[in-house]
């Protein structure tokens, strides 16, 4: 339908969003039917504000150079929309003669795009809303995964090979390290860490994701059975790890002297903290850690060039839809190939993913609870990538 | 002189440290006047007890790989030389036909080698011992800079420009973000965060290395400045931050709930933490923190070339140097251009460099003692190289 295009970014940014930025603005640009592109500045809040860029006027080095730039270019926001919000929106829709709207973000944003979609249509304002899917944490349904995880999974991957490799050569003096990555819910991103081993010797030794409860006694058992057969050993944590008993292992359990209510204020910053206390009081033993955070949503020197391809494809698969006379819908990714990975765009309807997370399957966290399964792996290796090959030395000891 | 060669990695390992690994082999296995190259698995330690690797028997595959593969490929060791281990080690050399002797590391290593130099010299046993700089934290006397430094400042700066970035673009849900970085004593790896910024508004704001003591006052003053200007502040902090009294600021004051003693353990890790919760309780805004420690020891796709070549080269030196009779020297860089940055080894007696940390010049830190100096960013440009452009829309708003 002619008239104005809205495009916004929502939500934690990825080192991809801005591919999807991209994706929109071209096709949108290129559309004859679409005559003004405008851009939300900061999000559904900055809209509600008419804080309206034109992004036409932005020169082609720039639109070109949001492929290359990590974050969200836009400014983002996590309000949280709510009813009364509508009609002012449905205003200045009308006002701008907006009738495409897309938001790139993930599930409370499809959430904001359903509502917002539905209340046009039950006034009589014809608005064509598609969302774009974004989130590191991998945790959208009707995709089969979503732009940003696979570049932020490669920033962890690497980490956890580079400080695996940095942990073997000092296990005289360090025993064991741990990483800290994000995902309250969902393990997805400490489970593609498991990509970084090549050999069973390799980091990551332990994986634990917030989908099985952690178990003190047994990580003890595990960890000390990998210092005692390796010499060393690569522990990777999720944020969101929980007790049998629900209770985070970033709060304080009551019998230690940390501060429950500072260490819940920082969220889980502190499982990776704790943890390490954990093993170190039990073992004597001295480890590092790493508590990388937002890092992983921006180092878009690592990203992964099929995550970039995909998040500009989903940009742009967006606007062809809208163009198309769809709305409702989220773009998704369906694979159709593993080996070797094919891939195209299909749609699912925006309440499907709404409000909802998915949590990884059963099937790839390891009866242990202490790793993931090869399935996890054959997953996410198209995604991923390889971890770069570091060379062993072959050590011919010599005789004394 | 002819004789067998022995080459070993000591201390905390670097992203180029096998590149020096690397430049040992090669000049020393295409010598006429080595035999044989041994290794010392796990430094000195691993020395003294004979676990010594043939690397002549490394493929030609393994050894170009060095060069691409972070952190000791050799193992290190922390090991503190007791006089009482000097007659082992000379039976050990002895044994062994060892005439060239190569440790590369930092200034406790250039101890360690002095004082077998000196011994063996004493004993009248002929020891060529020449030592091969590397710490990630720059200081060591007597040469321009360290390798491993570049690499490990280059990470840091590629995640300050990054998190800046997310930050800039997240300013309406969180109002600053921390950045911890490694450098007990000594901001070089601190400051060097200060080449992210192409623009005034750009990460980082505020540094604060250890070599001036942390006002909590004049902090929060600065930092509420930047977020009132910017409307989002990144700061920087240094593992060593101290106090105007000398306590650590990784520590807990008696005021606050923390537990000191748990946190002592941790080494500096909670100097992010608690800058981080001063600036929560303070203005009452949520933050970003990253503390990504030893990451940058070991993150060899963010290596500089220049880094990696320098590393080769200094190993290759060493070699170089002990079969024209020389010893107890480290091999050095000297700038001799700034613009354009060239450089030629050098050298330094070790006793000039043993068991001394070179703090940052005052000229590097401003009066106020919250960033660098434009001095210091023109000595570090060169060793670091430039930070990606990622690009920043140029926001035409829409009239209302």
Same mark, same amino acid.
């Given at each position: 339908m002619q008239g104005n295009a809205v495009v916004g970014q929502s939500g934690g940014p990825t080192a991809v969003i801005n591919s999807s930025l991209a994706g929109v603005i071209d096709a949108a640009l290129s559309s004859k039917d679409i005559d003004t592109v405008y851009g939300m500045s900061y999000g559904i809040e900055g809209f509600m504000a008419e804080m309206?860029? @034109?992004?036409?006027? !932005?020169s082609p080095e720039v639109i070109k150079g949001l492929r290359s730039t990590p974050s969200s270019a836009l400014g983002s926001s996590r309000y949280k929309l709510a009813d009364e919000d509508l009609p002012k929106i449905l205003e200045i829709l009308k006002k701008y003669s907006i009738r495409h709207f897309f938001l790139i973000g993930g599930n409370d944003t499809m959430d904001t795009i359903h509502r917002v979609e539905k209340y046009c249509n039950e006034q009589g304002y014809e608005l064509y809303g598609i969302g774009i899917p974004k989130t590191v944490d991998n945790d959208l349904y009707g995709t089969d995964h979503t732009p940003g995880f696979p570049s932020a999974a490669r920033y962890n991957m690497l980490s956890v090979a580079q400080s695996g490799v940095l942990a073997r050569d000092m296990q005289k003096v360090d025993k064991f390290v741990i990483y800290q990555t994000i995902g309250r819910d969902a393990g997805w991103l400490a489970a593609a860490? $498991?990509?970084?081993?090549? @050999? !069973?010797? @390799? $980091?990551?030794?332990l994986i634990y994701c917030p989908e099985r409860p952690f178990d003190k006694d047994k990580f003890l058992e595990d960890a000390e059975a990998c210092m005692e057969k390796y010499g060393w050993v690569s522990i990777v944590v999720s944020e969101g790890l929980l007790y049998e008993d629900g209770s985070p292992v970033s709060a304080t359990r009551s019998t230690d002297a940390f501060n429950n209510k500072e260490f819940g204020a920082m969220g889980g910053a502190s499982v990776g903290l704790n943890v390490h206390r954990i093993l170190r009081e039990a073992t004597g033993h001295r480890g590092e850690f790493q508590i990388?955070?937002?890092?992983n949503m921006c180092a878009i020197d690592r990203a992964v060039p099929l995550d970039l391809e995909e998040a500009y494809g989903c940009g742009k698969e967006a606007v062809h839809m809208s163009l198309s006379g769809e709305s409702g819908y989220m773009v998704t990714i369906e694979r159709t190939s593993n080996e070797p990975y094919r891939a195209e765009f299909g749609r699912t309807e925006l309440s499907n993913v709404a409000l909802r997370a998915k949590a990884m399957p059963e099937k790839y966290i390891n009866s242990r609870g202490n790793f993931v399964t090869e399935e996890l792996v054959r997953y996410m290796r198209p995604l991923v990538g390889e971890v770069p090959h570091y060379i062993k030395l072959a050590r011919h000891f010599v005789e004394k």
């Amino acid at each position: 339908m002619q008239g104005n295009a809205v495009v916004g970014q929502s939500g934690g940014p990825t080192a991809v969003i801005n591919s999807s930025l991209a994706g929109v603005i071209d096709a949108a640009l290129s559309s004859k039917d679409i005559d003004t592109v405008y851009g939300m500045s900061y999000g559904i809040e900055g809209f509600m504000a008419e804080m309206l860029i @034109d992004l036409g006027k !932005e020169s082609p080095e720039v639109i070109k150079g949001l492929r290359s730039t990590p974050s969200s270019a836009l400014g983002s926001s996590r309000y949280k929309l709510a009813d009364e919000d509508l009609p002012k929106i449905l205003e200045i829709l009308k006002k701008y003669s907006i009738r495409h709207f897309f938001l790139i973000g993930g599930n409370d944003t499809m959430d904001t795009i359903h509502r917002v979609e539905k209340y046009c249509n039950e006034q009589g304002y014809e608005l064509y809303g598609i969302g774009i899917p974004k989130t590191v944490d991998n945790d959208l349904y009707g995709t089969d995964h979503t732009p940003g995880f696979p570049s932020a999974a490669r920033y962890n991957m690497l980490s956890v090979a580079q400080s695996g490799v940095l942990a073997r050569d000092m296990q005289k003096v360090d025993k064991f390290v741990i990483y800290q990555t994000i995902g309250r819910d969902a393990g997805w991103l400490a489970a593609a860490t $498991a990509l970084a081993k090549r @050999d !069973e010797s @390799d $980091a990551p030794h332990l994986i634990y994701c917030p989908e099985r409860p952690f178990d003190k006694d047994k990580f003890l058992e595990d960890a000390e059975a990998c210092m005692e057969k390796y010499g060393w050993v690569s522990i990777v944590v999720s944020e969101g790890l929980l007790y049998e008993d629900g209770s985070p292992v970033s709060a304080t359990r009551s019998t230690d002297a940390f501060n429950n209510k500072e260490f819940g204020a920082m969220g889980g910053a502190s499982v990776g903290l704790n943890v390490h206390r954990i093993l170190r009081e039990a073992t004597g033993h001295r480890g590092e850690f790493q508590i990388t955070e937002s890092l992983n949503m921006c180092a878009i020197d690592r990203a992964v060039p099929l995550d970039l391809e995909e998040a500009y494809g989903c940009g742009k698969e967006a606007v062809h839809m809208s163009l198309s006379g769809e709305s409702g819908y989220m773009v998704t990714i369906e694979r159709t190939s593993n080996e070797p990975y094919r891939a195209e765009f299909g749609r699912t309807e925006l309440s499907n993913v709404a409000l909802r997370a998915k949590a990884m399957p059963e099937k790839y966290i390891n009866s242990r609870g202490n790793f993931v399964t090869e399935e996890l792996v054959r997953y996410m290796r198209p995604l991923v990538g390889e971890v770069p090959h570091y060379i062993k030395l072959a050590r011919h000891f010599v005789e004394k």
